[in-house]
Structures are given as structure tokens and as C-alpha cells.
């Protein structure tokens, strides 16, 4: 059984991601201590519903729409394009596991700063 169900980032959008938002966790942070992370967008722990199945491997397109962070974890919002178990549709981008940072607790950020231009990433519809 997967461990979970998501929309996996294809390699251009992790470094994409990386690339234009890790300067806003590196202001007066130790760069070193952040495990990069940018890998998924959650739809749910587990396989996938059966209504979904037929789903698994379809590629989708997410708008980022913001940004949130602290001293534990680093996530951005991205639209909704398919049913999420989370409150607020995210990837998280980085942890930092020296201060109890989990992956987890990206639903937890609550001071999203809206992206102002667009930005779109890729991935694919897998369990994991």
C-alpha cells in the first residue's frame, strides 16, 4: 500500500521552486540547515479513492499563488486542481528538521504573501 497519493513535481518545477523562492528562507538563516524538499502536492495519505484510478499518471499544471514560511518550514499555496485532504493546497518546499520542522506542519502556516507574477509547475497524478 503507497504511503500516500500526489501530484509528484516533475525535475524542472522542484528546481524552479527552488530556485525562486529559496532566497526568501535564506535572510539571516543558515542555508544548511534547510532539507529541500519540493517534491509533491498531497491529495491524500494512502492510495487514491477507486473513483480516481483511472487518474494515476495524468500529468496537471498548478498556478503558485503564494508563499508562507517560518523557522520550521518553508511551503507554497498553489491552486486547487484536484481534491486535496489538506486545508490549504500546497507543496512544501523545505524543513528544517534542527527545529522540529515536519513536512506536516505546512498546513499550519497561516501568513501566505501572494505571489505576484505567475509561476506554473508540472507533476504527475502517482501514489508513493
Do not use: C
Not at 498556478?63 to 520550521?72: E, I, Q, S, T
Not at 507543496?91 to 520542522?101: E, F, M, P
Amino acid at each position: 500500500m503507497p504511503s500516500y497519493s500526489a501530484i509528484v513535481l516533475d525535475e524542472a518545477s522542484h528546481n524552479k521552486l527552488i530556485e525562486i523562492f529559496s532566497p526568501a528562507w535564506e535572510n539571516n538563516e543558515d542555508p544548511d540547515e534547510w532539507e529541500i524538499l519540493a517534491h509533491h502536492y498531497t491529495i491524500k495519505m494512502g492510495s487514491l479513492p477507486v473513483s480516481m484510478d483511472d487518474m494515476l499518471g495524468q500529468q496537471f499544471t498548478m498556478k503558485v499563488l503564494a508563499f508562507a514560511g517560518n523557522d520550521k518550514v518553508k511551503a507554497v499555496q498553489v491552486e486547487r486542481v484536484i481534491e486535496t485532504q489538506n486545508k490549504v493546497a500546497h507543496i512544501t518546499l523545505a524543513v528544517n528538521r534542527k527545529r522540529g520542522g515536519k513536512p506536516v506542519q505546512s498546513n499550519n502556516l497561516t501568513e501566505w504573501v501572494k505571489v505576484e507574477h505567475n509561476i506554473y509547475i508540472t507533476g504527475t497524478l502517482q501514489e508513493v
